[in-house]
Structure formats: structure tokens, C-alpha cells
């Protein structure tokens, strides 16, 4: 091939493929079996093998955790046509996430946009580099859907809050090193306009965090109790009582995760997984009325993927995707639940086994998972009244 | 490819939309249909259309054409799909000249496209035969004579077929039917042995029976070779079918409007109907189904600009979800305008007739569910 003028962005992604095939263990790009077999990093955080070890650390020493991060937090500074590069060969090359966490996705973003030069130092870097595990203590026993109803105090003692109260689903609390969490600190007006957004070291002894069994049969949620824990005040992130902005900028972006989660996932097209777990006859689906509805499915799913594409477009010519993240995590997140009911009746008797491992009864306990996909972030029904009421404007009263 | 209209694509659209709220709103439908108009459309209206290229949108340049691309073309469609415009578009530019710009040779080309382009012909394709799309079973015949072809069958659901100028009309080999070959050609509507049983529609379009008893033909009628027409066939069925997507989008998108303004003003109980859960929650699923016909639609159009090998698929899958969408929301038009809603004064009903026909027209929701999956291997 006549190899003349090479854009940079080509000199980026040779450069990019080849440090990938040269430092990506094999075992490292082979699909995760489950969720766990992502290393989330943490205080207490083990390696569950060499390989996985190898490859965080070059990734991290890369900047290659947080490619779009800053340097100056342990990113990468990578410009959005490198990421996108970057991301393309790791999808190609089949590797792994080399660090996935609460922190990388959620706090970060929330940080890069609220927090001061201060946080961003410690605990970016901090993040970036895998030191800590991070949760969200968002929803309390009283207030889920409602989340702007939590009672959560925190009381001002000088240079300190006392922070008590009780919060509940806080996902792998029990892990956790720190929590990002909204609490109270003006009772005395409108509910919305007295929360703040503050960041809790979880390692003290007034923290207490019990978990909850799913019906999946894994523990990676809990209950959290605060007990006048201290949390200094260099720790308010985005100014006192303004948590609610920085909730629903989070809430938004958790949205659109979640939503693009059921794509990620993806391996292998529904179709191939019917074919081979139910057969064809005469080149048809043995099972007519599963094959309209895997038709159906698999159209939708195009059409969402697409639908997410579009305003993506759509945002960069100037309209911003705001409440449509509501659309994509209520259409993602049903389609989803959708596909493993779907999987689950293809899977036959053997599909319902359910052994001690996870892994002996993964398809059940995995589609026992995806029903809390259209609780987390938000429920449906939340999604739904977005819609009406911020895109459609459909009148409260 | 950015998902986005282009400016240019943008301007097309809201000149269509300005045109066609003065010069065609749904006042003008009801007037044909209570007329009793003997052609079901307006050719003064059509010739205007024509004069401002819509007839020629897909159309190259050498034949006097605009060749905007489909993309394009698809927001012409759209804007006439929210007035419900009646018209020969469907026929004569998606199906009919796309047979002739895919399967015709240079002679037709400079025979039909440039009067397509101007408005002055109408043509139609006569391929149905059962009563359901099925365009690959053909029983219509032609057979050899000393000087030609001599057609004969019967063909139902001809869109426009009382008003057309010229019939596309697929035949096998009599002497050779089970080598299940298509083979079309293009006969003039006033050819002998040609009798038009006018039907009228629940959309108050025409769709007509057309007979064909001994119908001579030449080799110049010929479209493409003896028994070689299927691909052109479905090509254009795929092109229109994407087409008519797009229109049944505009279609969608104006009865939920109008529903959602209807729930904004209607009171009852003392509030607006708008502010009940149940409701506003229906409204949003709409909302969201919308959303996936739209992505659905521009990404078929581009795939027919770029003459992309997933065509097909596209069209399948285009057709089946606008379709079953479609029938959602204009169902709901219905149901949430209440008694109202029933009304022949009302227009929310002209939305659910005509989405019916089209629904039904180049393969409904069944169809193309199964046309999909035969594509995909499963
Ligand atoms: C897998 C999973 C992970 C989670 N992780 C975390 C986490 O890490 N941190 C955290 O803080 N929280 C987390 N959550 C909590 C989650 O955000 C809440 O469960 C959620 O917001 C719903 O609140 P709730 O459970 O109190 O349900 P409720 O609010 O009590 O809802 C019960 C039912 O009522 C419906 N409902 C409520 N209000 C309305 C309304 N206005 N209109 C119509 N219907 C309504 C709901 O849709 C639902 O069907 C997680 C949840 C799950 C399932």
C-alpha cells in the first residue's frame, strides 16, 4: 500500500493498536464471564490474577484509565476523535476494561464540572490510578423516587458537618472507601433548595453499612448508616445547598449509561443466541413465535443504538440531549429486561438451573439482575413523567 | 453518517411544509372525498408540486431531474404525510420511476422520466395479485406472438391505477411458469384489452382492479430482460416502501401533536386531561416509539443514498416498525380524543383511515416482520 500523508489521527491509531497488541495480556481480551471480573480498584481491592494486575497497571501508567481526563489527574488528555479512536481499537482487540467504577463513571464527571482545583487533585488522581472505591449514597428508606425528600442531616460544626442519618442501595458500600452523597443542610426551605453534595470518607467508625441480599442472590448493595460522622468542609462539593444541580447532572449522565449499558454487553446478536439455542427449521426458528419476537427485538434494538446515535448528532448541531437521556434509559433499560426474558425462555429447563456459584445459574441470576435496570437511576415510571412533563409539557395541575 | 438534515435538506422541508398547509391541508382531502372527485386527486395541485421539482426529486439530472438524494426527499414526504396529501407521489415517482431509473434502458429513460419530472404522465405498478402483498407470485401472463408480447391476468390494489397514464406490470412466461421468473413491462393505460375497475378506498384514495385480456406489447415495452425483473422489482418495492415510511412518519408525528395539544386543552374533573398520570404516561411511550420510527426512517434513506447491500433489511425493518407505530398512534388519536375523536368533523380519524391502507400497502407489519428474519438467517 502507498503509505503518503498520515493524518495524525492515523498515527494515533497505529500507535494506539500496536501498544494494545503489545501489552494487552491474551487473557485479557477475552470476554468477562461477569460483572466482577472487571477490576474496580479500591483500598482493599485484590487482583484475581497476574494478568488482570499487568494490565490495569500499564493502562493506568498510560493515563489510559481516564484517557479523557487531564494529565495533570492521571488521565490521558486524549481529544474527543483520539478517545473515540482509542475506544474503537479496544473494541476491535476484544480487551477488557482495565479499571470500571463508580468513580470513573459517576464522580468523576461530577467533579470535572463542580468541583474546585482542590478536589479535583486528590481524588481525580486518586480515581484515575484505581486507590479508592467510591458509592453513591443517594436514596434513603423514605425517599427513592422522590430523592429530594432524604432526610440525611448534616449539621454545621465549624469546619466540619456531623452527617446522621440512614441511606439505602448504596451499591457496593461494603467495599467502599468513600461515598458521594446528598444530604441536608437547610431544612427550612423548599426540599430541593436545602441539599448538598458532599463527600464522605466511609473508613470511620460512626459509619455503619449492612448489605442486602438481591434476588439474583448476590450482596452488592447495602444499608448505610451515618452517625454523626465528621465530614470536613473542604469535602462540599459545587457550594452549600446547591446538591440538587449536581444531582440531576449526575442522574442524567447515570441515565445515559445505564441506557447504553444493554448495548455494551452485547456479543452476540439475539438472533445467533436463538439459532443456536432453539434451531432452525427449514431455515426458520423452530419456534415461530419466538422468532417474531427476537424479529421484533432486534429491530428495536437497532432503533434505540440509532435513536441515541441521532441525538448525539443532533446535540452537536446544537440540541441538547437534556431530558431525552429519560427516553433512552426508559427504552434501554425495558429492552433489556426484555432480551433476558427472551434468553431465558430459549434456555429451556436448563436456563432455570440455579447452583451455588453464580456462574452455575448465570442466565437466571443474571435476568433476576436486568429487572433492577428499570429501578436504578430512576424507575420507568420516573423516565415516563420526565418525558410528559419536559419534553411533551404536559401541565402538572 | 450524521443523522442530521443538512441545511439544504432543511430548507426543502420547510418550503414543503409552508406549500402544503395553505395548499393542501386535510380541508382539501375531505373535499375530494366529498365531491365524489372522479380522479381522487388534484392535478392542478400535482402539476404546482411538479413545477417545484417534487416530482423529479429522484430523478437524474441528464432526464431533467433534481437528483436531491432520498434523504432529501424523505422530508417532502414527511410534510406530505402530516396533511395527508393525496397524490400519484407514491405511484408514479417512488414505484414507478424507480422501476424505470433501475430497470429501464436509455430509450425509456429519455421516454418517461423527463414527463414524469414535469407532471405531465402518471404511471402505476399493477403487481398484486391475492389479497395481501405477495409481489413475487405472479400469475399474469405473457406469451410470444409473431409481432411481440401478448399480456393477460388480473391485478388488484393498483395504487392510482383509474388515473395512470402507464402500467409497470409484472408477468411470468407462459410457456415456462415454474421457472418463476418476473418479467415487467410498461403498456399505456388506453392499450386494448385493458379495463380499470375504479375502487375507492378507506383513505378516499383510488386503487384500482385492472384486467388484462390479450394486451399487446412490443419489445420496447420490455423492462430489463425476459424473466430478470424481480430484482428491479424489489428494488423499487424497497425504495418505496422506505418512502411511504417516511410519509407515515410525517403522518405519526402530526396525529400525536395534535393529540398532545388535544390533552393540553380539553377539561374535565376541573384540570386538563393532561395532567393524568395514565395519560401523560401514554403520551411519553408514544413519544418514545417516535423516536425509534424517526432514527429508523432517516437511517433507510441514507442507506438508499449510499446504495448500500443492507437495503433491504432496512426497508423491512423501516416498514414493519412505522407501520406497527402507526397503528399505535392513530389508535390512541382516537382513544384520547374521546367521543370527539369519532366525529367525522373531527380529523384525527382521517389519520387512522389512512394509515390503515397504508400500513397494508408494499407489505404490512407481518411481512416485513418475516422478511426481516428470513433476511437475517432466522
Ligand atoms: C440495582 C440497583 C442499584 C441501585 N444503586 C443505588 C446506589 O448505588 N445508590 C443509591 O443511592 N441508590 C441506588 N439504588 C436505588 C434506586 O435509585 C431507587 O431504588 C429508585 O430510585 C426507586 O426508589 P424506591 O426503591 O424507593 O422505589 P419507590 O420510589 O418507592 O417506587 C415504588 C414504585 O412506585 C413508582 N412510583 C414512585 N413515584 C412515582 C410517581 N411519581 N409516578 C409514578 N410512579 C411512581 C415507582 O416507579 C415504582 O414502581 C439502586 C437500585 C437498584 C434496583
Same mark, same amino acid.
Given at each position: 500500500?502507498?503509505?503518503?500523508?498520515?493524518?495524525?489521527?492515523?498515527?494515533?491509531?497505529?500507535?494506539?493498536?500496536?501498544?494494545?497488541?503489545?501489552?494487552?495480556?491474551?487473557?485479557?481480551?477475552?470476554?468477562?464471564?461477569?460483572?466482577?471480573?472487571?477490576?474496580?480498584?479500591?483500598?482493599?481491592?485484590?487482583?484475581?490474577?497476574?494478568?488482570?494486575?499487568?494490565?490495569?497497571?500499564?493502562?493506568?501508567?498510560?493515563?489510559?484509565?481516564?484517557?479523557?481526563?487531564?494529565?495533570?489527574?492521571?488521565?490521558?488528555?486524549?481529544?474527543?476523535?483520539?478517545?473515540?479512536?482509542?475506544?474503537?481499537?479496544?473494541?476491535?482487540?476484544?480487551?477488557?476494561?482495565?479499571?470500571?467504577?463508580?468513580?470513573?463513571?459517576?464522580?468523576?464527571?461530577?467533579?470535572?464540572?463542580?468541583?474546585?482545583?482542590?478536589?479535583?487533585?486528590?481524588?481525580?488522581?486518586?480515581?484515575?490510578?484505581?486507590?479508592?472505591?467510591?458509592?453513591? !449514597?443517594? %436514596? /434513603?428508606? +423514605?425517599?427513592?423516587?422522590? @430523592?429530594?425528600?432524604?432526610?440525611?442531616?448534616? &449539621?454545621?460544626?465549624? #469546619?466540619?458537618?456531623?452527617?446522621?442519618?440512614?441511606?439505602?442501595?448504596?451499591?457496593?458500600?461494603?467495599?467502599?472507601?468513600?461515598?458521594?452523597?446528598?444530604?441536608?443542610?437547610?431544612?427550612?426551605?423548599?426540599?430541593?433548595?436545602?441539599?448538598?453534595?458532599?463527600?464522605?470518607?466511609?473508613?470511620?467508625?460512626?459509619?455503619?453499612?449492612?448489605?442486602?441480599?438481591?434476588?439474583?442472590?448476590?450482596?452488592?448493595?447495602?444499608?448505610?448508616?451515618?452517625?454523626?460522622?465528621?465530614?470536613?468542609?473542604?469535602?462540599?462539593?459545587?457550594?452549600?445547598?446547591?446538591?440538587?444541580?449536581?444531582?440531576?447532572?449526575?442522574?442524567?449522565?447515570?441515565?445515559?449509561?445505564?441506557? !447504553?449499558? %444493554? /448495548?455494551? +454487553?452485547?456479543?452476540?446478536? @439475539?438472533?445467533?443466541?436463538?439459532?443456536?439455542? &432453539?434451531?432452525?427449521? #427449514?431455515?426458520?426458528?423452530?419456534?415461530?413465535?419466538?422468532?417474531?419476537?427476537?424479529?421484533?427485538?432486534?429491530?428495536?434494538?437497532?432503533?434505540?443504538?440509532?435513536?441515541?446515535?441521532?441525538?448525539?448528532?443532533?446535540?452537536?448541531?446544537?440540541?441538547?440531549?437534556?431530558?431525552?437521556?429519560?427516553?433512552?434509559?426508559?427504552?434501554?433499560?425495558?429492552?433489556?429486561?426484555?432480551?433476558?426474558?427472551?434468553?431465558?425462555?430459549?434456555?429451556?429447563?436448563?436456563?432455570?438451573?440455579?447452583?451455588?456459584?453464580?456462574?452455575?445459574?448465570?442466565?437466571?441470576?443474571?435476568?433476576?439482575?436486568?429487572?433492577?435496570?428499570?429501578?436504578?437511576?430512576?424507575?420507568?415510571?420516573?423516565?415516563?413523567?420526565?418525558?410528559?412533563?419536559?419534553?411533551?409539557?404536559?401541565?402538572?395541575? | 453518517?450524521?443523522?442530521?438534515?443538512?441545511?439544504?435538506?432543511?430548507?426543502?422541508?420547510?418550503?414543503?411544509?409552508?406549500?402544503?398547509?395553505?395548499?393542501?391541508?386535510?380541508?382539501?382531502?375531505?373535499?375530494?372525498?366529498?365531491?365524489?372527485?372522479?380522479?381522487?386527486?388534484?392535478?392542478?395541485?400535482?402539476?404546482?408540486?411538479?413545477?417545484?421539482?417534487?416530482?423529479?426529486?429522484?430523478?437524474?439530472?441528464?432526464?431533467?431531474?433534481?437528483?436531491?438524494?432520498?434523504?432529501?426527499?424523505?422530508?417532502?414526504?414527511?410534510?406530505?404525510?402530516?396533511?395527508?396529501?393525496?397524490?400519484?407521489?407514491?405511484?408514479?415517482?417512488?414505484?414507478?420511476?424507480?422501476?424505470?431509473?433501475?430497470?429501464?434502458?436509455?430509450?425509456?429513460?429519455?421516454?418517461?422520466?423527463?414527463?414524469?419530472?414535469?407532471?405531465?404522465?402518471?404511471?402505476?405498478?399493477?403487481?398484486?395479485?391475492?389479497?395481501?402483498?405477495?409481489?413475487?407470485?405472479?400469475?399474469?401472463?405473457?406469451?410470444?406472438?409473431?409481432?411481440?408480447?401478448?399480456?393477460?391476468?388480473?391485478?388488484?390494489?393498483?395504487?392510482?391505477?383509474?388515473?395512470?397514464?402507464?402500467?409497470?406490470?409484472?408477468?411470468?412466461?407462459?410457456?415456462?411458469?415454474?421457472?418463476?421468473?418476473?418479467?415487467?413491462?410498461?403498456?399505456?393505460?388506453?392499450?386494448?384489452?385493458?379495463?380499470?375497475?375504479?375502487?375507492?378506498?378507506?383513505?378516499?384514495?383510488?386503487?384500482?382492479?385492472?384486467?388484462?385480456?390479450?394486451?399487446?406489447?412490443?419489445?420496447?415495452?420490455?423492462?430489463?430482460?425476459?424473466?430478470?425483473?424481480?430484482?428491479?422489482?424489489?428494488?423499487?418495492?424497497?425504495?418505496?416502501?422506505?418512502?411511504?415510511?417516511?410519509?407515515?412518519?410525517?403522518?405519526?408525528?402530526?396525529?400525536?401533536?395534535?393529540?398532545?395539544?388535544?390533552?393540553?386543552?380539553?377539561?374535565?374533573?376541573?384540570?386538563?386531561?393532561?395532567?393524568?398520570?395514565?395519560?401523560?404516561?401514554?403520551?411519553?411511550?408514544?413519544?418514545?416509539?417516535?423516536?425509534?420510527?424517526?432514527?429508523?426512517?432517516?437511517?433507510?434513506?441514507?442507506?438508499?443514498?449510499?446504495?448500500?447491500?443492507?437495503?433491504?433489511?432496512?426497508?423491512?425493518?423501516?416498514?414493519?416498525?412505522?407501520?406497527?407505530?402507526?397503528?399505535?398512534?392513530?389508535?390512541?388519536?382516537?382513544?384520547?380524543?374521546?367521543?370527539?375523536?369519532?366525529?367525522?368533523?373531527?380529523?384525527?380519524?382521517?389519520?387512522?383511515?389512512?394509515?390503515?391502507?397504508?400500513?397494508?400497502?408494499?407489505?404490512?407489519?407481518?411481512?416485513?416482520?418475516?422478511?426481516?428474519?428470513?433476511?437475517?438467517?432466522?
Amino acid at each position: 500500500m502507498d503509505t503518503t500523508i498520515q493524518t495524525d489521527l492515523e498515527v494515533f491509531r497505529m500507535e494506539t493498536k500496536a501498544w494494545l497488541e503489545a501489552n494487552c495480556p491474551e487473557s485479557m481480551r477475552t470476554p468477562v464471564k461477569k460483572f466482577e471480573d472487571i477490576y474496580g480498584g479500591g483500598s482493599e481491592a485484590t487482583f484475581d490474577n497476574e494478568d488482570q494486575k499487568i494490565w490495569f497497571e500499564r493502562m493506568r501508567d498510560k493515563g489510559w484509565t481516564a484517557p479523557a481526563w487531564p494529565t495533570s489527574y492521571g488521565g490521558a488528555g486524549l481529544n474527543k476523535a483520539e478517545h473515540k479512536v482509542l475506544k474503537e481499537e479496544i473494541k476491535k482487540l476484544g480487551c477488557r476494561s482495565a479499571l470500571w467504577s463508580f468513580g470513573l463513571t459517576m464522580l468523576g464527571p461530577a467533579l470535572l464540572e463542580f468541583g474546585n482545583e482542590a478536589q479535583k487533585l486528590e481524588h481525580l488522581t486518586r480515581i484515575s490510578r484505581g486507590e479508592v472505591w467510591w458509592c453513591q !449514597g443517594y %436514596s /434513603e428508606p +423514605g425517599a427513592g423516587s422522590d @430523592l429530594a425528600d432524604l432526610q440525611t442531616r448534616a &449539621v454545621d460544626n465549624g #469546619d466540619h458537618f456531623l452527617v446522621s442519618g440512614q441511606k439505602v442501595w448504596t451499591s457496593y458500600a461494603d467495599k467502599a472507601d468513600w461515598c458521594f452523597c446528598l444530604v441536608r443542610t437547610n431544612p427550612e426551605v423548599p426540599k430541593h433548595h436545602g441539599i448538598s453534595f458532599v463527600l464522605i470518607n466511609m473508613r470511620q467508625p460512626s459509619v455503619e453499612v449492612r448489605p442486602i441480599k438481591l434476588i439474583s442472590g448476590s450482596s452488592p448493595f447495602c444499608e448505610t448508616f451515618f452517625d454523626e460522622t465528621v465530614v470536613p468542609k473542604v469535602n462540599l462539593v459545587g457550594g452549600l445547598n446547591n446538591g440538587w444541580t449536581i444531582a440531576k447532572y449526575l442522574l442524567t449522565h447515570e441515565r445515559s449509561m445505564i441506557g !447504553g449499558i %444493554s /448495548e455494551a +454487553g452485547q456479543q452476540k446478536l @439475539l438472533s445467533q443466541i436463538a439459532i443456536e439455542m &432453539v434451531g432452525l427449521e #427449514d431455515g426458520k426458528l423452530a419456534d415461530p413465535v419466538l422468532r417474531t419476537e427476537v424479529a421484533k427485538w432486534l429491530i428495536n434494538g437497532a432503533g434505540i443504538k440509532w435513536s441515541m446515535e441521532r441525538m448525539t448528532d443532533e446535540a452537536k448541531a446544537g440540541a441538547p440531549i437534556g431530558a431525552k437521556s429519560s427516553f433512552f434509559k426508559y427504552y434501554a433499560t425495558e429492552l433489556n429486561k426484555d432480551k433476558f426474558e427472551l434468553m431465558l425462555s430459549m434456555g429451556g429447563f436448563e436456563g432455570l438451573q440455579w447452583g451455588e456459584d453464580y456462574l452455575d445459574g448465570k442466565l437466571a441470576r443474571d435476568m433476576c439482575r436486568t429487572k433492577g435496570n428499570s429501578i436504578e437511576g430512576g424507575t420507568s415510571e420516573v423516565q415516563l413523567n420526565i418525558i410528559a412533563k419536559r419534553i411533551l409539557n404536559l401541565p402538572t395541575k | 453518517m450524521n443523522l442530521v438534515i443538512n441545511e439544504e435538506q432543511q430548507m426543502l422541508k420547510t418550503s414543503a411544509k409552508e406549500f402544503l398547509k395553505n395548499r393542501a391541508p386535510i380541508e382539501a382531502l375531505r373535499k375530494l372525498r366529498d365531491s365524489k372527485d372522479p380522479k381522487g386527486y388534484d392535478p392542478q395541485l400535482w402539476k404546482e408540486m411538479a413545477e417545484m421539482g417534487w416530482a423529479s426529486l429522484n430523478i437524474p439530472e441528464a432526464y431533467g431531474g433534481m437528483d436531491f438524494g432520498f434523504v432529501g426527499f424523505g422530508q417532502v414526504l414527511e410534510e406530505m404525510g402530516r396533511t395527508l396529501v393525496a397524490s400519484p407521489m407514491v405511484s408514479t415517482c417512488l414505484v414507478g420511476t424507480s422501476i424505470i431509473n433501475f430497470g429501464g434502458n436509455t430509450m425509456q429513460k429519455e421516454n418517461f422520466l423527463p414527463r414524469i419530472a414535469e407532471g405531465s404522465i402518471l404511471l402505476s405498478l399493477a403487481s398484486e395479485e391475492s389479497n395481501a402483498h405477495r409481489p413475487l407470485k405472479v400469475s399474469t401472463q405473457y406469451s410470444k406472438t409473431d409481432d411481440g408480447y401478448s399480456i393477460s391476468g388480473k391485478k388488484v390494489f393498483v395504487l392510482d391505477g383509474n388515473v395512470a397514464d402507464y402500467f409497470v406490470v409484472t408477468t411470468t412466461d407462459a410457456s415456462n411458469a415454474s421457472a418463476n421468473g418476473i418479467t415487467l413491462f410498461i403498456v399505456d393505460a388506453k392499450s386494448e384489452g385493458i379495463t380499470i375497475e375504479k375502487k375507492i378506498m378507506m383513505d378516499s384514495r383510488n386503487a384500482a382492479i385492472v384486467t388484462f385480456d390479450n394486451v399487446k406489447a412490443t419489445e420496447a415495452d420490455l423492462i430489463g430482460e425476459e424473466g430478470k425483473g424481480k430484482k428491479t422489482l424489489e428494488k423499487a418495492l424497497d425504495i418505496a416502501r422506505i418512502g411511504l415510511s417516511a410519509e407515515m412518519l410525517g403522518s405519526m408525528q402530526e396525529a400525536f401533536d395534535r393529540t398532545i395539544s388535544y390533552l393540553k386543552e380539553r377539561k374535565q374533573f376541573g384540570v386538563v386531561i393532561g395532567t393524568f398520570q395514565s395519560l401523560q404516561h401514554r403520551a411519553a411511550q408514544m413519544y418514545c416509539e417516535i423516536q425509534l420510527c424517526k432514527s429508523l426512517v432517516i437511517k433507510s434513506l441514507q442507506a438508499i443514498d449510499t446504495d448500500s447491500p443492507m437495503l433491504p433489511y432496512m426497508a423491512s425493518m423501516t416498514k414493519s416498525k412505522v407501520g406497527e407505530v402507526l397503528q399505535l398512534i392513530t389508535n390512541e388519536g382516537i382513544q384520547l380524543f374521546g367521543g370527539i375523536g369519532m366525529t367525522d368533523d373531527e380529523e384525527i380519524g382521517f389519520f387512522m383511515k389512512r394509515a390503515r391502507v397504508a400500513q397494508q400497502t408494499f407489505g404490512d407489519y407481518n411481512y416485513h416482520l418475516d422478511r426481516f428474519a428470513r433476511l437475517s438467517g432466522f
